[in-house]
């Protein structure tokens, strides 16, 4: 598909016609003011669910193209600790996807583990010091290894098996209102929605937020309990599909149940044992063609008052 405009993922809703929360109340205008997307498109109505997707590792196995940007990144401008270059091995970053979410807060997290980097690029090649300076290195290395990872996305993303279809079943039911809910920045998490899921799903959607429209990141609850706010529904009503422990934080802090599907990874806790109420096999996912495992009509009986997890 073409790439759909970044402006185009912010619905602007006329005056005369304001948007209508699942519960039939129109919307505050401090709510219309978030960041956070209601899609003028969605035909969402009475919702009695909700389903919200993480994007990095959910709808994309995007893991090791994170990786292998912020490794390009790190190279660009020639980062080394103690004379040693910076790279994230595979197995390394299986552990930092499980332990931190968002892009900044993992370099943080690595530089204060391990030390602060130097690079000719910044401060005359002297060890970032202060909050002002480790904020300076982080940004541009944010922004730099955004840059190799739309590049990569372009050439390389496609999506997990049973999640466009499960989306597809979601969207065409107005009785469950559908979201998409990222820890990534705004920028590549654009890039990979807009590559793989479409314009057309996209503008179909009630929610879409990236880890640019909070103020804290996943594990943080904070993202779901917008997305909740957004579709009026209460929490035990909204299902989320998330692939890490950060996202399965994440969700069970806004008290959310939660469907893990987890990358093929050196590094898979038990997520069952930590509260997820199903876990998928990391290669069939939720399951497409003659595999499928997870379906609209299994997930929300009809009828049913609180999701089913009997997969």
């Excluded at 922004?143 to 079943?169: C, H, N, S, W």
């Excluded at 802090?253 to 997520?271: E, K, L, N, Q, Y």
Aim: with cysteine.
């Amino acid at each position: 598909a073409d790439a759909m405009p970044a402006s185009a993922l912010v619905s602007v809703l006329p005056a005369a016609a304001p948007r209508v929360s699942a519960r039939g109340a129109p919307r505050s205008s401090s709510r219309s003011a978030r960041r956070a997307v209601r899609a003028a498109a969605s035909n969402t109505v009475d919702a009695r669910f909700a389903l919200l997707f993480d994007c990095d590792g959910v709808i994309v196995e995007t893991e090791e193209l994170h990786r292998r940007a912020y490794n390009a990144s790190f190279e660009h401008f020639g980062l080394t600790i103690d004379g040693a270059p910076v790279v994230w091995s595979v197995e390394y970053y299986d552990v930092l996807a499980n332990t931190v979410g968002g892009g900044k807060p993992k370099m943080k997290y690595h530089f204060g583990e391990n030390g602060w980097p130097a690079t000719a690029s910044f401060f005359d090649g002297a060890v970032a010091s202060g909050d002002e300076q480790e904020n300076i290195l982080v940004d541009a290395l944010q922004d730099k290894k955004t840059e190799f990872y739309k590049q990569i996305v372009e050439t390389t993303a496609t999506a997990r098996p049973g999640v466009l279809r499960l989306m597809d079943e979601a969207i065409a039911d107005p009785s469950v209102a559908v979201g998409i809910c990222s820890a990534a920045t705004k920028a590549g998490f654009e890039k990979v929605v807009n590559s793989v899921v479409g314009p057309e799903r996209l503008s179909k959607l009630d929610v879409i937020m990236a880890g640019d429209d909070v103020t804290r990141k996943k594990p943080d609850p904070l993202i779901y309990n917008l997305a909740r706010e957004k579709v009026g529904l209460p929490a035990n009503k909204c299902v989320v599909i998330e692939d890490s422990m950060v996202g399965l934080r994440a969700a069970l802090g806004a008290s959310m149940p939660c469907i893990i599907t987890p990358c093929p990874s050196s590094d898979v806790p038990d997520f069952k044992k930590e509260g997820a109420k199903a876990v998928m096999d990391d290669r069939r996912g939720l399951g497409e063609g003659d595999d499928i495992v997870v379906t609209l009509a299994k997930l929300f009986p009809a009828g049913a008052d609180e999701p089913s997890f009997d997969f």
